[in-house]
């Protein structure tokens, strides 16, 4: 089965690549800019390869009674001013992309709206993200295509035919899937990791994983079974207020996840069977105290 890599920034995502690992800020950074520096501070500390936003036209998203209910939140009482609170304005954007790039860490982000297309594009990301939410909005998707750009796309809540709509309308040469369970946190039993697998020898695209569980097992598991990229969502702490923190990696969980898939990579070797130099006195220590 040949696989080609994909180019995000300067890296490819692939077999025989190394695990391009996401870290999700999401909206963790609960519409503080300074939050969101120290966040993009941890992921770039742990050795993530990107890290990623949410961005959202609240009005032309959602429905007018969606956003007059009831939701208490440090910005408000209905819905429409949390959503409004969490959401970045194109100065702050700004100053992401340019502390990003001081940085030298990729970021980039999931747009659930073609105004939010729009928005994103002028600070040029080196790819885009389809949440698992608007994997049927094939009007999205098709807009999202024509940037030319490298498209990843999550999985959750979503049936297989529907995948199959959704990569039809894409371009698979730009097409990198993830294999996801859309609950916060994911229970381990719904995780269904062997999916991976599956999507790799159907779509023959890169597959990835982005896990929202509380362990790191799984994502290590992910790795193990083929997967070329994980994304996972960060917080400073886990107790924070905010929907997506308790499902979230706080700063050592992250560092210990990325560490352990570095040491996973380096102990899959070439795949070539052979004696190693360590192994010799070995041979002689066991193998010559026989008859």
Known sequence: MTIKPIKIGNKYVGPGKPCFFVSEIGINHNGDISLAKKLIDI???????AVKFQKRSIND????????????????KTYEEYRSGVEFNYNEYKKIDTYCKKEKILWFASCWDVQSVDFIEKLNPPCYKIASAS??????LKYVKTKNKPIIMSTGMSTMKEIDQAVKTLDKKKLIILHCTSSY????????????????KKYKVPIGYSGHETLLAPSLAAVSVGASMIERHITIDRAMWGNDHAAS???????KLIAN?????????DGKKRIYKSEIKEIKRIKGAFK
């Open 261 to 269: 898939i570095k040491n996973i990579e380096t102990a899959f070797g």
């Open 135 to 140: 994997l049927t909005n094939h009007a999205l």
């Open 61 to 76: 998203l959602y429905k007018e009674e969606e956003l007059k209910k009831y939701r208490e939140s440090p910005f408000g």
């Open 249 to 255: 990696l706080g700063p050592d969980g992250l560092w």
């Open 185 to 200: 946190p994911a229970k381990k039993e719904e995780l269904n990791l062997k999916v991976i697998h599956y999507l790799m």
């Open 43 to 49: 992921a770039k500390k742990a050795g993530s390869d």
